[in-house]
């Protein structure tokens, strides 16, 4: 007779690998700007990921990160070599695929080569290209997964949960629901809460008709007015925010992508484009942000608020503002025939100037200039001031780990105001 052994199931090894953390850990991999390149040459604005470097950005997270018990990771690691340990390389495998199975990733196939048709046999269509080539793309599913982690942990290191909370207030005492006294201030918005004030009142009164109500049985809503916006994100994507051993492009995308997710998902009337800016500008679909490298470039900041102004200009919105992240001066400049003038050594009078024409133009047509400079360069720190004074914009002066506080709390206190 023949037996059927029943065993308890318990699963594999990658499938007890949190997706969530995994892609946490792969981030830097999977929005690096080109840091890691620089040193052979390699600039481009739209890099080609291969499988190959995905399985060794993996082999790095599970090295490093704490994504499985240390004690089996120390055992699996003996022989990092993925060519030489199958076990290893199976699992790496697995967690490609279930990167493609949540959608995640989009992998592609790398191109075929037919032979020549007196060496191709009846049917054969081409050969398999090594493993090497074969690519991958990160989806939208990743894109908006990256910014909502980003987004968290920004709120964590300022101690909020969310934006945009409405707390329930005693209108005749003003402490609020959370047990914290704060004074009511003439202008706060009221909306009043029903269900607590007749609550009270009952409460106080007991259950009779008609209800009698008194100003301490009013409870409301305190609400703030947000005004609908107009953001243009202008990013330096020129040499500089590679150089000096720090990679500042990488932050300011992971930013961007955040700042797009706190968008979409509280202040869905608000709108956001983003502007590249080196030797010219660019407009790109926010879709695309993650994939941008820099390039050898200058920095024409001039076409950069050129084009955000032809942005602003169809936007009909209460407020309309730039925000710009650069580490650097003005550097190039597009003449009236197309050429690029470009003058990297010192402030160009007539580049500086004629940015500066550009800065006035977005005053007068009521565009606000918010710039975080990620250098600290006195000749950059005199040239940011002017834009701010010029524009009656702000100037941060930060650095690529506190950008993102910075820039979040900037935008929500821009949009935020009591109504009278």
Do not use: W
């Amino acid at each position: 007779m023949k037996y059927t052994r029943y065993s308890r199931y318990t699963g594999e090894l990658a499938d007890e690998i949190n997706l969530d953390d995994l892609m946490g850990r792969l981030s830097d991999f999977l929005l690096q700007s080109g840091f890691e390149s620089q040193a052979y040459g390699i600039y481009e604005m739209d890099s080609e990921r291969t499988m190959e470097q995905l399985r060794e950005a993996i082999l790095r997270a599970l090295e490093e990160g704490d994504l499985l018990p240390p004690e089996l990771m120390q055992q699996m690691l003996e022989n990092p070599d993925l060519s030489q340990n199958e076990q290893l390389r199976d699992l790496v495998n697995r967690l490609i695929e279930r990167l493609t199975e949540e959608g995640y990733i989009s992998p592609q196939q790398p191109p075929q080569i037919t032979p020549p048709p007196a060496e191709t046999p009846g049917g054969q269509i081409g050969r398999d290209q090594p493993d090497a080539h074969a690519r991958f793309e990160i989806t939208d599913k990743a894109i908006d997964f990256l910014g909502f982690r980003t987004l968290k942990d920004l709120l964590a290191s300022l101690g909020k949960s969310s934006f945009g909370r409405h707390d329930t207030r005693d209108l005749a005492t003003g402490v609020e629901s959370g047990g914290a006294a704060k004074a009511y201030e003439f202008g706060d918005t009221l909306n009043l809460d029903v269900g607590e004030t007749l609550f009270r009142a009952v409460r106080r009164n007991g259950a009779r008709v008609p209800i009698e109500l008194d100003y301490p049985d009013l409870m409301v809503h305190q609400c703030e007015y947000q005004s609908s916006c107009a953001t243009v994100l202008m990013l330096d994507c020129s040499h500089s925010m590679i150089l000096y051993g720090e990679d500042r492009f990488t932050p300011a995308k992971r930013v961007a992508l955040a700042l797009a997710h706190l968008i979409r998902t509280q202040y869905p009337g608000d709108t956001l484009h983003v502007v590249l800016f080196h030797d010219s500008a660019e407009e790109i679909p926010l879709g695309q942000l993650a994939r941008v490298q820099v390039g050898p470039y200058y920095t024409n900041t001039r076409e950069g608020l050129r084009m955000a102004q032809r942005i602003l200009g169809r936007q009909k919105k209460d407020m309309r503002q730039i925000i710009m992240i650069t580490d650097g001066k003005p550097s190039a400049l597009t003449l009236e025939d197309g050429r690029i003038y470009k003058n990297a050594f010192g402030l160009d009078p007539l580049v500086v100037t004629q940015t500066l024409e550009e800065v006035a133009k977005c005053r007068r047509a009521g565009i606000l200039i918010n710039t975080f400079m990620l250098a600290s360069d006195y000749s950059l720190v005199h040239f940011v001031q002017k834009v701010a004074e010029l524009c009656r914009g702000k100037a941060y002066f930060t650095t690529p780990y506190t950008l993102g506080q910075y820039l979040l709390m900037d935008y929500v206190r821009g949009k935020t105001r009591t109504i009278h």
